[in-house]
């Protein structure tokens, strides 16, 4: 940075030099610009292309220059590259501490006579020369001075422009052949205090006779009618003009315009940007306030007013609020409400009893009876004997007292089961930023059993990891290890997830491989579920398998309607048979029996008793024959 503020002082020592070798080429020593220290490269070029005599006026025209320098370790400090289609240091900045060591070395350079890489010459330069191991001296000015007479064989553009960005003002001096866009491709800006070009190399110094007037830092700005409107800044030999913050120099060079940022569309404010000369302010439209980043607009919030006397809750909008009702109210007037009774104001269609909610409601049958698919009609379908894992989100936004109502409503579900070790088990799972079996299929046999474990369940209160979570499913909750049957009994599986936000990892491979195995999958989501991870992980037809509702409060009502229960008609698994011969099917039949005897009516009771002693008669005479 300190290379990059010094370029002014760069240009005044070069410029300096190059009008004292113009000017007076026997300069003697009370001729010295006493320009304060540089760190000074020359870069000639040696290709094929410059005659011996040329290159004999390049050592002269380097010597001539030296000689108007303050030269020495501790000033200015001088080395010297010449390149081809090869690079050669003949001397670093730290060889020669004198100017007669410097002019013995360079009559000493014997021409490579190639070709005229340019650009390896300028990144030599810069990772090589202008090094502290070369000599080079921090918070002194760098200069390098290229000499070519030709058009550069390789690209110069891109490393010009990372030498300039470490600090190095270039200085580009064209002989006879050389291309001017490769000179201002290579020379740092202004490109007429950098770019110079002459007809041979019998007149090289020509280029410093524009400076010839104005030795060792005149300043033109205090001594002559510079014009400039704002500021004048001098350089050597001339001057130009700045401009304010916030204004830009027109086209003439001398006076100034204000930037409008706002009408440039330069600025970040949302709504409305209030201009001054190359500043803004940021402001809002009616109805809104400006934020604290004095950017941003937030919607003025007249409800925070406390005087709109809504009854429930209060909605802010544009230049005003509206008054709004909890679910299961509706609005009488502007600001009051009244409780809803759907089941007496809409057709309900409950074939047996109908619950209100607030703003809703459910079927429910009479005992012994199981609500249909449709949510309205009764049935005496019983479960088939399912595998069911539950993965519940434990993840922090739930919050502990909804972790509760999450417990219930897994108890919920679990009633509506027929659960035994021969009929349906269950599993649960819970998950966070990591997955915890909470107990697996095998572990417990009855509806009680597996009630009490849910309500004695940890909220873990981590992050949202419900890919691990699936992938733990499929992997182990439905191993025979952990109790789920094999799967030649064609025993449905069923996962069910639970979730109250976006998972924090993808759940696309394990949800859809979980299918692919043939679990059935139920997705219910609750508040800031997402809904496209839902219908994801959810099995077709997703009316029948995804849930989703906006309060923790209602997932009661989700538990009343989600049919789990596989009918025997429905269920693709093979109905387990028993073992006739068991005690436990022969105490079955005997109370089955007896239970239909029960109901049996005197006559055909007396029937059978006929039948009965028959078949006794029969067996006797069988065994007397025997």
């Not at 006794?616 to 069988?622: I, M, W």
Request: charged fraction near 25%; glycine fraction near 6%.
């Amino acid at each position: 940075m300190m290379r990059m503020k010094m370029s002014a002082l760069c240009g005044f020592v070069l410029t300096t030099l190059l009008v004292l070798a113009s000017a007076r080429p026997k300069a003697g020593p009370e001729q010295k610009c006493k320009s304060g220290p540089v760190d000074l490269v020359f870069l000639i070029d040696s290709s094929r292309s410059v005659r011996p005599h040329e290159f004999e006026t390049m050592r002269k025209f380097m010597i001539d220059i030296l000689s108007t320098l303050d030269i020495g370790l501790n000033a200015t400090r001088v080395g010297v590259v010449q390149y081809s289609s090869q690079v050669r240091s003949e001397f670093s900045l730290k060889t020669h501490p004198g100017l007669d060591a410097m002019v013995k070395g360079i009559n000493e350079i014997i021409p490579l006579a190639q070709g005229t890489m340019t650009g390896l010459a300028i990144k030599y330069v810069m990772n090589s020369a202008f090094i502290d191991e070369e000599g080079d001296r921090p918070k002194v000015p760098n200069v390098a001075v290229i000499v070519t007479d030709g058009r550069p064989q390789d690209r110069v553009a891109e490393v010009a422009a990372e030498a300039r960005g470490k600090g190095i003002e270039i200085y580009a001096v064209g002989v006879a052949r050389a291309d001017m866009a490769s000179l201002r491709a290579m020379a740092s800006p202004p490109f007429e205090d950098h770019v110079f070009l002459v007809e041979s190399f019998d007149l090289i110094h020509q280029f410093g006779l524009q400076f010839q007037d104005k030795l060792c830092g005149v300043d033109l700005c205090l001594e002559s009618e510079h014009s400039c409107e704002h500021i004048c800044e001098s350089s050597p030999g001339s001057f130009h003009c700045l401009c304010l913050p916030g204004y830009t120099l027109r086209e003439d060079g001398k006076t100034c315009a204000a930037i409008d940022l706002c009408a440039e569309e330069r600025h970040d404010c949302e709504q409305i940007c209030v201009t001054s000369p190359g500043s803004f302010t940021c402001d809002c439209n009616k109805g809104f306030k400006l934020d604290e980043d004095k950017k941003s607009c937030t919607m003025i919030d007249y409800c925070s007013f406390g005087n709109h006397s809504c009854d429930h809750e209060c909605e802010g909008v544009l230049n005003g609020y509206f008054c709004r009702c909890h679910q299961g109210y509706r609005l009488l007037d502007a600001k009051r409400c009244e409780d809803m009774d759907l089941c007496s104001s809409v057709q309900h269609g409950c074939e047996h009893q109908c619950v209100s909610t607030p703003g809703s409601f459910y079927c429910v049958c009479p005992e012994g009876q199981l609500l249909q698919e449709d949510g309205q009609s009764c049935g005496s379908c019983k479960s088939a004997n399912i595998d069911l894992v539950l993965l519940i989100d434990g993840s922090k936004s739930v919050r502990p007292q909804n972790f509760e109502l999450v417990k219930k409503f897994v108890n919920q579900v679990v009633d509506s089961l027929d659960v035994s070790a021969q009929g349906t088990r269950v599993g649960l799972v819970q998950y966070s930023s990591r997955v915890r079996t909470e107990f697996p299929l095998n572990r417990h046999h009855t509806a009680d059993e597996i009630k009490a474990a849910v309500m004695k369940v940890d909220y873990m209160e981590k992050g949202t990891m419900t890919g691990l979570a699936l992938k733990h499913m499929l992997e182990t909750s439905f191993s025979e290890a952990e109790g789920a049957r094999p799967a030649d009994r064609n025993i449905p599986r069923v996962g069910l997830v639970f979730t109250d936000g976006r998972s924090q990892d993808d759940i696309t491979e394990f949800a859809k491989k979980a299918k692919e195995a043939g679990i059935t999958m139920y997705a219910v989501g609750v508040g800031k579920a997402v809904e496209d991870e839902l219908r994801e992980i959810a099995s077709e037809p997703l009316e029948k398998h995804f849930y989703y509702t906006t309060d923790f409060s209602a997932i009661s009502t989700i538990a009343e309607n989600l049919k789990l229960n596989v009918c025997p008609a429905e269920s693709q698994g093979k109905i387990e048979v028993k073992d006739p011969c068991a005690c436990e099917s022969l105490v079955e039949f005997q109370q089955a029996t007896m239970s239909s005897l029960d109901k049996t009516s005197p006559l055909t009771m007396h029937l059978l008793s006929a039948m009965t002693a028959r078949l006794e008669q029969l067996e006797n005479q069988l065994l007397s024959r025997k």
